[in-house]
C-alpha cells in the first residue's frame, strides 16, 4: 500500500511540476523579460546569459545589407560565442510579410526582428511585437525613439546635398536646400531619386506644407533628373553624369570620399534624417533571453552601436563615438503616429510634382 501511495504521490508531483513548467514556457517574451527588471543590472545579465545558454540561438530577421548585417552577427557572436545566429535577410517588406504570415499561422520561429520603422506598423496592428526594455533605452537618441517604446531604433540615415567637385568647387556649391532653385542649376544638372519620400517629408515637415510644396515645384520646374536607387546615382554623380543629387545618403559619401572619388556633401540646417532601422522583439519568441542579448548589443555603445558607426551609419546611442558628428545643426526625423497616417498623402504629392512612377 505504501509502494502504491508513494507511486500516486510521484505522479501527481510529476503532473504539478509540468502543469507549472508549462505555464512558464507558455509566459509571452515580454513577461518572461519583464520579470527580470527587478533585478541589479549584474543579476540581470547573469540571469539572461544562464538561460540563453540553455536556449542555444536567436533567430534574427532583418531588412538592410547582408554584409553590414553579418558584421553585426560576427560582432555578437565574438561577444556570446555559446549562441548560434540564425539570420533570413529581405527588403523591408519582405521581413516584416514573413514574420507577420507566421505569426498569423501560429509558427513561432523569430526572435528579433529589424526593418525600417514605417514598416513596423504591420506588425504592431496583429501584437506581433512586445514591448522591451533595453538597459541602453535612456541614452538612444530622442528625435528616433518610438514614444511608445514598441521597438528600439539602431540607427538611421542622414540626407544631405551631394556635388561633383570636379563640376562643382565647395565655394560655388550650394549652402542648403533654397540655393537649388536658382536658375543657374536649371537644365539637367541635378538629379533626385524616383522615390524621395523621406526627404519629401523633411521638407513638409520643415518649412510647414504651403512653402514646401511652393518650393518642390519650383524645384522640379529646374529639369531634374530621376533616377532610382541612391548607390547609383552617386556612381553616376561620380561619373558626372550630372553636378549634383538633391538627396544623397551620408553613409555613402563618407565610404566613397575616403576612396578617393570627387564628390562632396552639403549638411543642411535642420539636417533631415530617415524614418529609422528599428529592433523589435517578437512577442511569442522562442528564445526571449538570447533575443535580449541580441537586442542589448544592437544598442550598445561598444558592441552593435560601434559596428553601425565603422560602417559610417548614424547610430542611435548617443554614446556611441562616430565618424560624423555636426556641430550647431539641428535635425528632424519623422515621428512614425504623426507621420504614418500621411503617408499616402505624401506620395500622392510627391508623384503630382515630381512625376509618378510606377509602384
Known amino acids: 500500500m505504501f509502494v502504491i501511495k508513494s507511486i500516486i504521490y510521484a505522479t501527481i508531483l510529476a503532473f504539478t511540476l509540468s502543469i507549472i513548467e508549462f505555464s512558464a514556457s507558455a509566459k509571452d517574451a515580454p513577461e518572461i523579460l519583464a520579470e527580470l527588471t527587478r533585478l541589479s543590472p549584474s543579476q540581470r545579465q547573469e540571469r539572461l546569459v544562464a538561460a540563453a545558454k540553455k536556449e542555444g540561438k536567436v533567430v534574427y530577421y532583418a531588412s538592410g545589407d547582408v554584409k553590414d548585417n553579418q558584421d553585426l552577427i560576427v560582432g555578437f557572436k565574438k561577444r556570446y560565442p555559446f549562441l548560434e545566429v540564425e539570420y533570413s535577410g529581405g ?4 521581413v516584416v510579410d514573413r514574420a507577420h504570415t507566421e505569426f498569423l499561422a501560429k509558427h513561432y520561429v523569430v526572435d528579433v526582428i ?26 538612444l537618441d530622442e528625435a528616433l525613439k518610438d514614444p511608445k517604446d514598441r521597438f528600439m531604433p539602431l540607427y538611421t540615415t542622414a540626407i544631405v546635398i551631394g556635388y561633383n567637385t570636379i563640376q562643382i568647387s565647395p565655394q560655388d556649391a550650394p549652402k542648403g536646400y533654397a540655393d537649388l532653385i536658382q536658375p543657374k542649376w536649371k537644365g539637367r544638372q541635378m538629379a533626385l531619386d524616383q522615390e524621395a519620400h523621406s526627404w519629401f517629408m523633411g521638407i513638409l515637415g520643415i518649412m510647414g506644407e504651403k512653402e514646401a510644396l511652393e518650393y518642390a515645384r519650383k524645384l522640379a520646374a529646374q529639369g531634374l533628373v530621376r533616377r532610382r536607387g541612391h548607390t547609383l546615382m552617386t556612381q553616376l554623380l561620380i561619373a558626372g553624369e550630372y553636378n549634383i543629387q538633391v538627396e544623397a545618403y551620408l553613409h555613402n559619401f563618407l565610404e566613397l570620399k575616403e576612396k578617393g572619388a570627387p564628390i562632396n556633401y552639403v549638411v543642411t540646417n535642420p539636417l533631415i534624417l530617415r524614418p529609422p532601422s528599428v529592433a523589435g522583439l517578437a512577442k511569442k519568441s522562442p528564445h526571449p533571453h538570447a533575443a535580449a542579448l541580441f537586442i542589448d548589443f544592437l544598442l550598445s555603445p561598444d558592441g552593435g552601436q560601434k559596428i553601425l558607426a565603422d560602417q559610417k551609419r548614424w547610430p542611435a546611442n548617443a554614446k556611441t563615438p562616430s565618424t560624423f558628428s555636426v556641430k550647431n545643426v539641428k535635425t528632424w526625423a519623422p515621428e512614425l503616429d504623426a507621420w504614418l497616417p500621411r503617408q499616402r498623402e505624401v506620395l500622392k504629392k510627391f508623384d503630382e510634382i515630381f512625376g509618378a512612377r510606377a509602384r
Open 91 to 94: 527588403g523591408g517588406s519582405q
Open 114 to 139: 529589424n526593418s525600417n520603422a514605417f514598416r513596423m506598423p504591420t506588425l504592431l496592428r496583429s501584437e506581433v511585437l512586445g514591448r522591451y526594455e533595453s538597459p541602453h533605452e535612456k541614452d
